[in-house]
């Protein structure tokens, strides 16, 4: 499978997430979708981008757009996560980065001298019609959904 592209469909996926809960690409026409990537649950700055997002739900849901955010933390994790946060949205588990795969998230980072391959924060917006109309990579935090709910708006 190739990695998404700007203003081009988004190929159909399925994936697990949270409450039990089956995402499927396809289901989804007529509603915009936020897919954003973080590194791992309960970590500072995975939490307040969360948190971001929760807060400004009502916003998003009268725009018409759902909300996942995925990492390749394990559904127990995702689930903690969730209920500790209260977030009105799903967490996709994605251990065999799949889904980081399609979108091309998986980077080569550094912290404190160590190299690994981690998720790059990552939002990408999909239009109603299944189309890549916005993509954020290497995210930071502040201000970065305030940013995501303008181009929303703007579809």
Same mark, same amino acid.
């Given at each position: 499978m190739s990695t998404v592209a700007l203003d081009q469909p988004v190929p159909d996926f399925t994936a697990q997430a949270t409450s039990e809960?089956?995402?499927?690409? /396809?289901?989804?026409?007529? *509603?915009?979708?936020?897919?954003?990537?973080?590194?791992?649950? %309960?970590? $500072?700055?995975?939490?307040?981008?969360g948190q971001n997002f929760r807060d400004l739900i009502d916003e998003f849901n009268a725009n018409d757009t759902v909300i996942y955010g995925v990492s390749r933390?394990?559904?127990? /994790?995702?689930?903690?996560? *969730?209920?500790?946060?209260?977030?009105?949205?799903?967490?996709? %588990?994605? $251990?065999?980065?799949?889904l980081c795969k399609l979108f091309d998230v998986i980077k080569l980072k550094k912290n404190y001298g160590r190299e690994y391959m981690g998720i790059d924060r990552s939002t990408f917006l999909i239009d109603k019609e299944g189309v890549l109309r916005k993509e954020w990579r290497t995210v930071k935090v502040k201000g970065h959904v305030d940013e995501v709910l303008e181009a929303v708006k703007g579809l």
């Open positions: 809960h089956t995402v499927e690409l /396809a289901a989804l026409r007529g *509603k915009n979708v936020i897919i954003y990537f973080y590194p791992k649950d %309960s970590t $500072p700055g995975c939490t307040t981008e933390d394990g559904m127990r /994790a995702h689930e903690n996560f *969730k209920a500790k946060q209260s977030f009105p949205f799903e967490l996709i %588990s994605d $251990p065999d980065e799949e």
